[in-house]
């Protein structure tokens, strides 16, 4: 009978003499009555902690593979007649195991499930499964997708947008490269060469990098997945903007963090709301979009970055900034990124080239510090293992030519002509509605608009939807419910053409909930406005 | 003061209470020494169970926002006295929160990070990142692109074969298409087009589905990642081939489940021990890789697929089946996918087109019953949206045309000839090695070496490595140790013109190794080979 020990193995050791002595019972090698060492000798033997063995026997013992009794020592029991139940571990009603494994948030499973009843299943899902089931971005990718909806709902650029012509040209000499690397491997932090690109890029927006602080992601949605997963346990907290992008929100939450909203003004995050969070709780990052957020437009004054990035230094705390929409500025001057104002690597910033060039390439980035960068790699490699190389390889061209800055000067023109559409149609349709007002945002895909307080957005969602018109109610991205009388209106998604009636269509849903005379809603969002005290 | 729930928010009614809460005290809306309504009344008010309200109020407590004694009902504490000290949760010794949220497997954090400090970052990772540490990916990888070294270490198909010429011209095509889709969107499951495809690409393996079935992946290794998330909590039980393929086996233990590895004959699972398993413990699901398994090269056959079906459909146990290499096959007949086997839609069925195709486009696929690819949509677009829109237009063309299969001829071909030189190299200079021994694969890109009992594969790596060859040894993919005197050898991935040099310098390290006249190690491996009793 051997034990051996992998001291290199992320398995820790007592679980590896444990479950190498159940292979033995299981195997039948160690017969049931067989009495096993005494703890001190196999440690001993083993070069181990006892305790490491105590650990072990105790696993045994839990999982009914053992019995122990004082003086008799620690003898295997016999499978076939185990007085102990066989259990799923997360049905057990104790919540814990010993040696730390715990079982917290139990449920109860059926004792065996049906596969062949596709309901079932659930019941094997995690406790992460158990969090995650918004499936707000399908249902609004869906709506958009209703051809006779017009919809401000989308978090999409403009879709029908022509690429430049000489794109086709770049790709075709891609395909015709010595040893065809378009259709390789890359490094899992991404192809050398688009890694250079990128840090060249950036300096556009006064960020220094050199390549190797650049890790190609596939989109920056993805490096917000991987973050969540680097950093966040049940129990931890994060700090956000009230009202956040919400698959940020969804991922935090799906890990079982608390996700708390600091307010904000129409230029960033209320500075003694923020430090009186940071004086009570300690949070493993701070989240923003500090640049046409997402969903408000809204951008932080150089101010209150400056004062963002004081604070989250003072207590030690990582900024998490998410720059996707910086690149779509429409009119006003560029400010500087956190991460180009952070002189001691504290900002771990997310890049995008989705809402620019185009979105189906899903590359984004993130520049980190090494240490970061250097785990999430061990990550990535086991999800994705590296972003498609023909999008890397196009869009390092893109990027080296210069087409990608050309085609973002037509986007760019583009937008505002939109963005400037729904703002006149808003005036002439909306401004003599008492309560309602909106902002103008500088740049990037979103206008905020708040309803009178009594008027709920989701209230005037179902009646626009009956109009035919679509948005996204405020309450999606709202975590403490301040922001649930505001919504979210996209001006770029839409054809030119319909901006003018979505937006009436979208008054007149105002109107109508206002004065009470909706009909039955659509759908069954409960109206939880309740007064206390 | 307003309280404002949202029954359909992710967030538990009771924690949305005590935000909200927790806001208006920080806020200063509700003052130092402010009574909180009663429980019940405020129950009442909201609508909610008293047990919400208890919770929420147990909550603030222990966070120091109020404080409640027996008689005095619950008052606001001052932020700025509070008497309880200001906590990262993972700091806390109890290990748990109340309401059921633990810290169980508690890290200790020091007073303040300093992010200056790049090591001290590590702080703040997850138990996820703690678990996950593993870079031999990486490593492998690093090691392959040592270019003196010849290199049977990596999982890579033939690197230097030419692209058929029809794919430049098929691409070409795909650039000029109306409204360029190439560059768009595409559902979060994927391309409609290529789900087709797809769907039919799988009657070659005799398996039924419809476009609906197919859920197209960032590469398979994302469908293994997605699956762990979706199942998988600390202290579940996952049952997998001994030897396993790593990436998996690092995952499952990322999520903190215990891997129990059941022994394997040539040709699958010991069938007597899995049912042992299966009597003992409930997995959430069993992890196979029925032909040519990565590490072994091994296919497991009709018989005991049928066996490994039926008793994971009497114990109500899903199946994740890794097909990434069944496209590969160099003789012999072609066995059944334990999918094509599953009458009762208990396999989540993994396939890849990186080993036949080219790996740098990153798409592979599961097949499952709806109601995981419904819940797998919503962690998916909550991680990296969707897969790539170039290489799944370009797959999907591959597909359609033909092409994929007429270039898989070529891949097969040359794969074969690389195969037979590596038996033939093993038999001229292994063969006269005493207890080693190998087989004979009929398709993938490994072949499996056993090493006599007394001499480790570490030890010869380290021999090996210093005469100018690597390869992969055994205990990477052994969860019980058993397999750590055997080694992976890949046979694609080395020049054809190397293989036999190569192979004559393994034969040597063996031999030296055996001898005892090993130099100083190069890595510092434990061997940790045991006896006890």
Redesign the interface.
Known sequence: ????????S??PLY??IA??L??LI??GALAPGFLL?PERR?AQ???VNRTTVLNAYRDLKS???VSARVGQGTSVLD??RSQSP?????EQST???PS??????VKRLPK?????D??Q??H??????D?????L??DI?ALAGRSELISFAAG?PI??L??PPEL?KL??DL??QE??P???????EGLPALRESIAAHVTDRSIQATASDIFVL??S??G??LLS?????????VLVEEPTYF?AR??F????A????I?CEEDGMRTE?LE??L????P??IYVMPTFQNPTGRTMSLAKRRMLLDAA?R????IIEDDAYSGLRYEGTDIPPLKALDA???VLYLGSFSKV???????GWLQA????LR?L???R???????????QW?LDACLKSGLLNRHKENVIAESRIRRDLMLGALARHMSDIPGVHWNTPEGGLYIWLSLPAALSARRVAEAASRLGVAFVPG?VFS???SS?HSLRLNFTYPPKTRIETGIRMLAEAVRESSSGNAETPLFT??E??????
């Open positions: 009978m051997f034990i051996q020990l992998d001291r290199n992320s398995v679980r590896q479950i190498q159940q292979l299981v195997e060492p196999l033997t083993l070069g999982e009914g593979f499978p076939e066989v259990m799923h571990p997360s919540g814990s195991l730390g494994r715990s079982f917290a948030g065996r499930i049906d596969l062949e596709g309901s299943w659930r094997l899902f995690s406790r992460e499964a969090r995650t089931h918004d499936t971005t399908r990718l999409i879709p029908d022509e690429p086709e790709i075709r395909l015709m040893g065809h378009i259709y390789n491997h890359t490094p899992v596939s989109g949605q993805q917000l997945d997963r680097l950093f966040l346990d049940p129990g931890d907290y698959c969804q991922l939450e799906g890990r079982g608390t996700v708390i909203g307010p709301m009186a969070w004086n009570r709780v300690t493993k990052f230094m207590h030690g705390i990582p001691r690597q504290s060039l185009f979105m189906g390439l899903r590359i510090p090494r240490a970061i785990q790699a061990i990550h490699q086991l999800s994705d293992i590296h972003a498609a190389s023909p999008s196009i309450h975590i403490d419910g649930s969002y409960p939880d406005l309740l007064p206390i005290v």
